[in-house]
């Protein structure tokens, strides 16, 4: 049984006299090329590597990391599920196939 990384994260946040934006770059809080975008919002299961982030409500990543702030995320490297919470959405980065999380 291979054992499932999960890595919390800090995304960066940028705030004025309009709102915050919480922003996602290759090169920052992600290792890798962002290659597709997903919007969750039903329990969902996602292969490959990428990184969660909890735009509304709350995620449950891999049965064992709870987000709730778009300042956190969770980046996966061998697939994983999602639980978003009820009226929750989730943004799912996915990762270039040939990429990996280092």
């Known amino acids: 049984m291979t ?8 995304i960066p946040v940028v705030s004025d006299s309009r709102g915050s934006l919480a922003f996602i770059e290759q090169g ?12 969750a919002s039903v329990p969902s299961r996602f292969d490959g590597c990428g ?9 449950t990543v891999g049965g064992s ?4 702030d778009p300042s956190e995320g969770v980046l996966f490297s061998d697939g994983c599920d999602i639980v978003v919470s009820s009226g929750g959405v989730a943004l799912v980065v996915g990762a270039d196939v ?5």
């Open 3 to 10: 054992m499932m990384s999960l890595n919390r994260i800090h």
């Open 98 to 102: 040939s990429g990996g999380i280092g």
């Open 28 to 39: 920052g809080a992600v290792p890798f090329v962002p290659s597709s975008v997903w919007l």
């Open 51 to 59: 990184a969660v982030v909890a735009l509304r409500g709350s995620v």
């Open 65 to 68: 990391l709870t987000i709730g």
